[in-house]
């Protein structure tokens, strides 16, 4: 009887430890394709994977860096990778193509593209572009659709102004005064400039113009298989960018961590760059991370008038709004 009670306690005691043993799970991969090399500007994804916020939310993420066209096209065939960063304006066109991306949660609330020339050259409004020589990388690209905002809120066209390509030299192009206004990022060329000694006007599209800017974007197949890990990705990254705004300068030690060749440069620079960024990140909105249907509406209008959106996209279903809350 002593024999059978002690078995019997035993068990007891073995079903109990099991009740309470917490299962141990494999974190679920992730790869995020970045549109860029390794930069400050993703200082919210560094934040999240140095601090576990991913991890806590069981997931293993690995940052793949490209070009932004190759990431739409690879979140659109499903399972290459899971989670990208695109603008707006991309994620419209990819829709209208047919390809299944959808917007999950804004990364930027403003677009970042201004147009910047040396104080003696006037540049207050779209009218100031006309007759001017404006340089910009190329015509394809953010900085190009920048300028078709700005030509488009002033009623003008392409031909009032003189459209140089200079490549990604805006910096050197408008020291040198090889043009009289450049195309750039207002949380990066003003400040390199502004470093050099060069005084800058700056003219943002997003004050002229305000459309969407970047997103991070999904397969939609994603959502509908997997929403809970859709969720906890954006949790998780929206716990970082809350990180970064409070904190810059913490915030742009862990990313010199993933960018190590930055640290060879101007931190101070980087440093005002991450903060500009930051400021991007809170405007117009109380919650970072929120999807501004007006302002993607205002991108589909652009781009529909300047001939590149054909057919219209269902705007409603190029972004959920569930996910931030």
Request: glycine fraction near 6%; hydrophobic fraction near 50%; charge should be negative.
């Amino acid at each position: 009887m002593l024999r059978r009670f002690v078995l019997w306690m035993i068990a007891g005691l073995v079903i109990v430890a099991c009740g309470n043993a917490t299962p141990t799970s494999t974190p679920t991969d992730i790869v995020v394709g970045m549109p860029y090399i390794p930069n400050v500007q993703f200082a919210h994804f560094y934040v999240a994977a140095q601090k576990g916020y991913f991890a806590e939310a069981g997931l293993n993420v690995t940052f793949d860096y490209n070009f932004e066209n190759d990431v739409v096209q690879r979140i659109a065939t499903a399972n290459q990778i899971q989670f990208a960063l695109a603008s707006a304006d991309s994620i419209l066109l990819a829709r209208a193509q047919g390809m299944p991306v959808r917007a999950v949660m804004a990364t930027s609330q403003e677009f970042p593209v201004a147009f910047i020339s040396k104080q003696a050259t006037p540049l207050q409004s779209p009218a100031d572009l006309v007759g001017a020589s404006v340089g910009i990388p190329g015509r394809f690209g953010a900085s190009y659709i920048g300028l078709q905002a700005l030509l488009y809120a002033g009623g003008l066209q392409e031909s009032d102004v003189d459209i140089q390509e200079v490549g990604f030299a805006q910096v050197a192009a408008l020291r040198e005064d090889r043009v009289a206004v450049v195309s750039g990022y207002a949380n990066n060329e003003p400040i390199q400039l502004a470093a050099q000694g060069v005084p800058v006007n700056v003219l943002r599209v997003a004050d002229v113009y305000p459309m969407a800017s970047d997103h991070l974007i999904v397969n939609e197949s994603l959502i509908a298989d997997h929403p809970e890990r859709v969720a906890a990705f954006v949790t998780a990254l929206q716990k970082g960018m809350n990180d970064v705004i409070a904190d810059p300068k913490a915030a742009h030690d862990i990313a010199l961590t993933y960018i190590p060749e930055a640290k060879q440069g101007d931190t101070a620079i980087t440093v005002q760059v991450l903060e500009a960024t930051t400021a991007m990140w809170q405007a117009n909105t109380d919650v970072v991370g929120r999807i501004q249907p007006a302002a993607w509406q205002k991108s589909a209008e652009l781009l529909q008038n300047i001939g590149v959106l054909t057919p219209p996209v269902d705007l409603s279903a190029a972004y959920d709004l569930t996910f931030i809350k």
